[in-house]
């Protein structure tokens, strides 16, 4: 199956500080999104992205599908961006998504 | 607004004492699936439903049940919950079985089993 590695796992910033969140998969995909999973557990649906760039408020991502990463970029961290931001890559069947490890990301005040 | 409503949100639960969590989406979604959540596994797979009484195993099924009677509908049954089935649970919907839609979340059932 699709292998999805995400990098760094652990990251802390400081708010108003700008990171880049990484995610590397296995194969060509059709399908890949961004998730937050905020500290109550709920997981938000950021960004659709199989390819190419999207931007969002603070928020943007780039796919770059024939290099097989994708990247979320987020400026200006404020600490309600903290949790653990997931990247997920559907298969070709269409029938599942496969999820990274996760990036857990805590902004200090 | 469009969402995916789980419920319950928590839920205590005994050994061996039948249990259904409900899923709903407002979206008219064909495609719906559930994934639990546990740490140093990440979220795997248990069912998905590929439309009305279309139901298929995803990568964990053993121990669930799931039906799909409705479009709108998909409900996770435990029929003897056992504590290894604790687990943060998340039902999911796309517009379509394939791979070119995004996938939207429910807001996650948290299973204890003791």
């Known amino acids: 199956g699709i292998q999805v590695e995400q990098s760094p796992p652990d990251l802390i910033l400081q708010e108003g500080a700008n990171s880049t969140l990484r995610c590397n998969f296995s194969d060509s995909v059709n399908n890949l999104q961004w998730f937050h999973q905020n500290p109550w557990g709920q997981l938000i649906n950021l960004f659709y992205?199989?390819?190419g760039t999207k931007q969002n408020g603070r928020l943007s991502a780039t796919t770059v599908a024939t290099e097989r990463y994708s990247l979320l970029y987020i400026s200006s961290s404020q600490t309600t961006d903290s949790g653990v931001y997931f990247c997920a890559v559907g298969n070709n069947a269409g029938n599942m998504l496969t999820f990274g490890g996760g990036t857990r990301l805590m902004v200090k005040p | 607004e469009a969402q995916v409503t789980q419920n319950p949100r928590y839920l205590i639960t005994v050994t061996g004492k039948k249990l259904t969590v409900t899923c709903s989406q407002n979206?008219?979604?064909?495609?719906m699936s559930w994934y639990r959540q546990d740490p140093g596994l990440g979220l795997r797979q248990i069912y998905y439903s590929m439309n009305v009484e279309v139901t298929d195993k995803g990568d964990v099924p053993e121990g669930y049940k799931v039906s799909r009677k409705e479009k709108r509908n998909f409900p996770l049954i435990l029929e003897s919950p056992s504590p290894n089935q604790t687990s943060l649970y998340f039902c999911?919907?796309?517009?379509?079985?394939?791979?070119?839609?995004?996938?939207?979340f429910g807001s996650g059932t948290r299973l204890t089993v003791v």
């Open positions: 992205i199989p390819s």
């Open positions: 999911a919907s796309s517009l379509s079985f394939s791979p070119y839609y995004g996938y939207t």
């Open positions: 979206m008219n979604h064909e495609y």
